[in-house]
């Protein structure tokens, strides 16, 4: 949201009332709570009017620093608010003179002035951000001059921050956007909307982002926060909400890594889906004609190929129309749903079906929601309805225990008949000219809303398949949303400007403290040529959940090409085998709050050339994925300095360049790390296996004195294999903790003889097995 008027004034009618100094402080071990007039203090006159703003600074936790900003105290809190992990308060430290006080949690501290008021954050003795000024302010309009404000703070009243940019400063996360990856030169308003991938609009909003200087800000407030990055004043990046209380959270790093992982301390961890979840998902598409023979013959036709298909997904007409949302199969394209299920269960599936919290008027839920109070309703009492997507539907109010309850005991009914998880759709359009049972705030709820609804729907799968079972697939989210994976990147076109696009929005929210993520491979909306669905086809299952899904046709390979079919075989298979190494990031992304998807500017920060990359990205620690985004089949990508390897060739590559390259269908930029150990397994028809049993460990370009690692966890998160390997001159040494068999690749290196295993020459590798706990290679 935009205040000024060029450098020096403010727009006609505006006024800014910001903090002078500090009058007063009250301090305990855990808060500092200011008062800031926002006039100076010179005689006791100048105590008889105007604005005060409070300023409360606490820690959730080292290193993070909360400020919480307010005009008048009395306002009633307003609900709902994020969940937010806050049991465990800092002890703060304060150091202070006449001029300065110094506030420190961990290594971050917070420097104000006392005399002339300015807030600078600091790490290490230097200034990572600052504000001085106006910059922290509440913006009045139409501000009558007197000393009070006979309409209050809930007026044309905003609370606004901004903070300085440094040379070179770039800003990345706010959620899922399609815009520009960088957020420099945008306006940025957390609002969700059904926007489709190719507008400025965006599914799922966090008002949360991280600079490449190694700090992040999470504005906690879940209604509309209105950002702008170096637009208003090319200088300042600001956040601005309505109303008279400002809440937001400093996170230090110094690297984005260590940002996420306590942004992800204080919003929840992603949480890590099943293994199976990380196969190939095959959906009926939206609007297409099926029955059970058409399904079926989709799921024999993939396994007749050779595809090992892992999961199928039944999208909204498994229900009939105008009755979304009934959770009742149209028992004329169903007559045997139970059947239907466990016909399919029986081939190895596990199976998802498509919900929304939509009650359609003809839906034989609607009646019953009506009469029990179950739905969201309009200041005047009545049922809040629309006719978008679904003639006189009404919404599930989340905010009512027993319509959680009620919309949880029909989705039961669902998992008890084979059921295993929900493509949770929508959740976006939410009304704001409404009432709450509850009595939350609509303009809170409208992007909170999506919160509730996924969490309603989780909590039923954990209590019902148990912890780690748990999957969704969704579309809408917002802070904390990350608990409740999968979520997809939504509607987009079937072309290669959707598909760039798609990344590009993925990358944004797996910057903004999301683990996991997919998109419908092939496009969504019309049908894709067979060159754009190959394509699509890498980049999806080089992703870390896999979907084919469209609207008006089929996704299956073989409606395009047979070689289609072939690219779908090969690069499922090879997921398959990618397990140990895939399902290894994904714990430590359930950990450490790390994606599993990572754009270049976070893995290689340093590297001015990866700032605005947002084409590749990295998969885990080690790989390097470049999809191609063209018909001529040209890999263009840039390599980070070292020494990179060919995951599908073995070519080698020294970095520190940009590539430009043909590859065939089979093939795309795939490129291992150096000093690099990547474990494949011993299966490639199915997701969740042992991974450790038979796995080879993959060496790549260790150079001398280096030392390189990994583990495997098997399905329970536990670890079944540890692994090192280190270079001393001509020597290798590979040891290993597990019991396991296991195997070693030294990729493009032919050694001469070793001790502890079996040595063979596979065209430029060296394949060591039958290893034991420490073996030793001669080159």
Same mark, same amino acid.
């Given at each position: 949201?935009?205040?000024?008027?060029?450098?020096?004034?403010?727009?006609?009618?505006?006024?800014?009332?910001?903090?002078?100094?500090?009058?007063?402080?009250?301090?305990?071990?855990?808060?500092?709570?200011?008062?800031?007039?926002?006039?100076?203090?010179?005689?006791?006159?100048?105590?008889?009017?105007?604005?005060?703003?409070?300023?409360?600074?606490?820690?959730?936790?080292?290193?993070?620093?909360?400020?919480?900003?307010?005009?008048?105290?009395?306002?009633?809190?307003?609900?709902?608010?994020?969940?937010?992990?806050?049991?465990?308060?800092?002890?703060?430290?304060?150091?202070?003179?006449?001029?300065?006080?110094?506030?420190?949690?961990?290594?971050?501290?917070?420097?104000?002035?006392?005399?002339?008021?300015?807030?600078?954050?600091?790490?290490?003795?230097?200034?990572?951000?600052?504000?001085? %000024?106006?910059?922290?302010?509440?913006?009045?309009?139409?501000?009558?001059?007197?000393?009070?404000?006979?309409?209050?703070?809930?007026?044309?009243?905003?609370?606004?921050?901004?903070?300085?940019?440094?040379?070179?400063?770039?800003?990345?996360? &706010?959620?899922?956007?399609?815009?520009?990856?960088?957020?420099?030169?945008?306006?940025?308003?957390?609002?969700?909307?059904?926007?489709?991938?190719?507008?400025?609009?965006?599914?799922?909003?966090?008002?949360?982002?991280?600079?490449?200087?190694?700090?992040?800000?999470? /504005?906690?407030?879940?209604?509309?926060?209105?950002?702008?990055? @170096?637009?208003?004043?090319?200088?300042?990046?600001?956040?601005?909400?309505?109303?008279?209380?400002?809440?937001?959270?400093?996170?230090?790093?110094?690297?984005?890594?260590?940002?996420?992982?306590?942004?992800?301390?204080?919003?929840?961890?992603?949480?890590?889906?099943?293994?199976?979840?990380?196969?190939?998902?095959?959906?009926?598409?939206?609007?297409?004609?099926?029955?059970?023979?058409?399904?079926?013959?989709?799921?024999?036709?993939?396994?007749?190929?050779?595809?090992?298909?892992?999961?199928?997904?039944?999208?909204?007409?498994?229900?009939?129309?105008?009755?979304?949302?009934?959770?009742?199969?149209?028992?004329?394209?169903?007559?045997?749903?139970?059947?239907?299920?466990?016909?399919?269960?029986?081939? %190895?599936?596990?199976?998802?079906?498509?919900?929304?919290?939509?009650?359609?008027?003809?839906?034989?839920?609607?009646?019953?929601? !009506?009469?029990? %109070?179950?739905?969201?309703?309009?200041?005047?009492?009545?049922?809040? +309805?629309?006719?978008?997507? +679904?003639?006189?539907?009404?919404?599930?109010?989340?905010?009512?225990?027993?319509?959680?309850?009620?919309?949880?005991?029909?989705?039961? !009914?669902?998992?008890?008949?084979?059921?295993?998880?929900?493509?949770?759709?929508?959740?976006?359009?939410?009304?704001?000219?409404?009432?709450?049972?509850? *009595?939350?705030?609509?303009?809170?709820?409208?992007?909170?809303?999506?919160?509730?609804?996924?969490?309603?729907?989780?909590?039923?799968?954990?209590?019902?398949?148990?912890?780690?079972?748990?999957?969704?697939?969704?579309?809408?989210?917002?802070?904390? *949303?990350?608990?409740?994976? !999968?979520?997809?990147?939504?509607?987009?076109?079937?072309?290669?400007?959707?598909?760039?696009?798609?990344?590009?929005?993925?990358?944004?929210?797996?910057?903004?403290?999301?683990?996991?993520?997919?998109?419908?491979?092939?496009?969504?909306?019309?049908?894709?040529?067979?060159? /754009?669905?190959?394509?699509?086809?890498?980049?999806?299952?080089?992703?870390?959940?896999?979907?084919?899904?469209?609207?008006?046709?089929?996704?299956?390979?073989?409606?395009?090409?047979?070689? @289609?079919?072939?690219?779908?075989?090969?690069? &499922?298979?090879?997921?398959?085998?990618?397990?140990?190494?895939?399902?290894?990031?994904?714990?430590?992304?359930?950990?450490?709050?790390?994606?599993?998807?990572?754009?270049?500017?976070?893995?290689?920060?340093?590297?001015?050339?990866?700032?605005?990359?947002?084409? +590749?990205?990295?998969?885990?620690?080690?790989?390097?994925?470049?999809?191609?985004?063209?018909?001529?089949?040209?890999?263009?990508?840039?390599?980070?300095?070292?020494?990179?390897?060919?995951?599908?060739?073995?070519?080698?590559?020294?970095?520190?360049?940009?590539?430009?390259?043909?590859?065939?269908?089979?093939?795309?930029?795939?490129?291992?790390?150096?000093?690099?150990?990547?474990?494949?397994?011993?299966?490639?028809?199915?997701?969740?296996?042992?991974?450790?049993?038979?796995?080879?460990?993959?060496?790549?370009?260790?150079?001398?004195?280096?030392?390189?690692?990994?583990?495997?966890?098997?399905?329970?998160?536990?670890?079944?294999?540890?692994? &090192?390997?280190?270079?001393?001159?001509?020597?290798?040494?590979?040891?290993?903790?597990?019991?396991? @068999?296991?195997?070693?690749?030294?990729?493009?290196?032919?050694?001469?003889?070793?001790? %502890?295993? &079996?040595?063979?020459?596979?065209?430029?590798?060296?394949?060591?097995?039958?290893?034991?706990?420490?073996? /030793?290679?001669?080159?």
């Amino acid at each position: 949201m935009k205040f000024a008027n060029g450098c020096w004034l403010f727009k006609e009618g505006v006024s800014a009332f910001a903090p002078q100094e500090v009058f007063e402080k009250t301090v305990t071990d855990t808060c500092i709570t200011l008062c800031a007039p926002t006039h100076h203090i010179n005689h006791r006159g100048d105590m008889l009017g105007g604005a005060n703003l409070t300023i409360k600074i606490t820690s959730p936790a080292a290193d993070v620093l909360r400020v919480q900003v307010g005009h008048y105290l009395g306002i009633m809190k307003k609900t709902p608010a994020f969940e937010l992990n806050l049991d465990n308060p800092q002890k703060l430290t304060l150091v202070e003179d006449d001029n300065i006080m110094t506030i420190t949690s961990g290594n971050l501290s917070l420097e104000i002035g006392k005399k002339w008021f300015y807030m600078k954050y600091i790490r290490d003795g230097k200034v990572i951000t600052q504000s001085t %000024g106006r910059d922290l302010a509440m913006m009045k309009g139409n501000w009558r001059g007197d000393y009070y404000d006979i309409e209050g703070d809930s007026v044309n009243t905003y609370m606004i921050q901004n903070f300085s940019i440094d040379v070179g400063e770039l800003f990345y996360g &706010t959620g899922e956007r399609f815009t520009p990856f960088v957020k420099n030169g945008q306006t940025v308003e957390t609002w969700n909307e059904d926007g489709g991938t190719s507008t400025e609009e965006s599914y799922k909003n966090i008002p949360f982002y991280v600079s490449n200087k190694g700090y992040g800000v999470l /504005v906690n407030h879940p209604e509309k926060v209105s950002f702008e990055f @170096a637009t208003e004043h090319v200088t300042k990046t600001s956040f601005a909400v309505e109303g008279g209380m400002l809440d937001y959270f400093f996170f230090n790093g110094p690297t984005m890594k260590d940002v996420l992982t306590r942004y992800t301390d204080l919003t929840g961890k992603p949480t890590l889906p099943a293994p199976w979840t990380f196969g190939l998902w095959l959906s009926t598409s939206f609007t297409t004609s099926y029955d059970e023979a058409t399904v079926m013959s989709f799921v024999d036709g993939m396994l007749d190929r050779g595809i090992p298909l892992r999961t199928f997904h039944f999208d909204c007409f498994w229900m009939k129309g105008f009755h979304w949302s009934d959770f009742l199969w149209d028992s004329d394209v169903f007559p045997d749903p139970k059947g239907l299920l466990s016909r399919i269960k029986a081939k %190895g599936l596990n199976i998802c079906v498509w919900i929304n919290s939509y009650i359609g008027q003809e839906s034989a839920m609607f009646a019953e929601g !009506v009469e029990n %109070g179950y739905f969201i309703k309009r200041p005047n009492g009545d049922v809040w +309805q629309w006719d978008m997507w +679904q003639p006189g539907m009404a919404l599930v109010d989340f905010t009512n225990p027993a319509a959680c309850k009620w919309f949880q005991d029909k989705l039961e !009914v669902l998992l008890d008949m084979g059921v295993d998880c929900f493509k949770t759709d929508f959740g976006e359009r939410i009304p704001t000219n409404c009432v709450y049972y509850d *009595g939350s705030d609509p303009q809170k709820m409208h992007n909170y809303y999506t919160y509730l609804y996924n969490k309603c729907v989780f909590d039923l799968l954990e209590r019902k398949r148990g912890k780690g079972e748990a999957v969704l697939f969704a579309r809408s989210a917002t802070v904390g *949303g990350q608990k409740f994976p !999968v979520h997809w990147g939504g509607d987009c076109w079937s072309d290669y400007v959707s598909m760039e696009e798609s990344l590009r929005g993925g990358l944004s929210l797996l910057m903004s403290g999301f683990g996991f993520w997919a998109h419908d491979i092939g496009g969504f909306e019309n049908t894709s040529t067979a060159d /754009v669905y190959k394509r699509w086809v890498q980049f999806g299952l080089l992703s870390s959940h896999s979907r084919l899904h469209g609207s008006t046709s089929y996704r299956v390979p073989w409606v395009y090409d047979d070689e @289609a079919v072939d690219v779908v075989r090969a690069f &499922t298979r090879m997921k398959a085998r990618l397990m140990p190494y895939l399902y290894k990031t994904s714990v430590e992304t359930s950990k450490s709050g790390v994606p599993t998807m990572r754009s270049m500017v976070l893995e290689f920060t340093n590297d001015r050339n990866c700032a605005y990359l947002d084409k +590749q990205y990295m998969l885990g620690d080690n790989l390097l994925v470049a999809p191609i985004f063209n018909d001529q089949s040209k890999g263009i990508f840039y390599l980070p300095k070292g020494t990179w390897t060919d995951f599908l060739t073995g070519e080698v590559m020294e970095g520190g360049v940009w590539v430009e390259k043909d590859y065939d269908y089979l093939h795309l930029p795939l490129m291992a790390k150096e000093n690099s150990i990547v474990a494949m397994g011993a299966c490639d028809d199915k997701p969740d296996y042992d991974y450790a049993d038979g796995a080879e460990l993959r060496v790549y370009a260790l150079a001398d004195g280096k030392e390189a690692s990994t583990v495997i966890y098997n399905m329970a998160q536990q670890v079944d294999l540890t692994a &090192t390997a280190t270079r001393t001159g001509n020597t290798i040494t590979v040891s290993a903790q597990t019991s396991k @068999a296991y195997s070693v690749r030294l990729v493009n290196v032919k050694a001469s003889a070793c001790e %502890g295993a &079996t040595l063979t020459i596979d065209g430029n590798d060296t394949v060591l097995s039958g290893c034991q706990s420490k073996v /030793v290679i001669t080159l």
